[in-house]
């Protein structure tokens, strides 16, 4: 798989909307979530960002990112 295909065989759009929904995923805003990626680069998008999402996440890293429920 490459570029865009791999993200349409996933089950989305582009890599936006993969990161978008990341982000919906994990409850923070998409902010963090594309700084993460961007340093990783889109060939990790489908193992290294979720693990180091996992890990910021067990460690409290993603806590001043969570989205505020009204």
């Not at 409850?27 to 910021?56: H, Q, T, Y």
């Amino acid at each position: 798989m490459d570029g865009e295909n791999r993200y349409l065989n996933h089950g989305y759009k582009d890599r936006d909307d993969y990161l978008n929904n990341l982000a919906d995923d994990y409850g923070v805003d998409s902010v963090a979530i594309n700084a993460i990626a961007e340093m990783l680069g889109p060939d990790e998008d489908f193992d290294g960002l979720v693990s180091e999402l996992d890990d910021f996440d067990s460690f409290g890293l993603l806590d001043d990112f969570r989205k505020k429920v009204v």
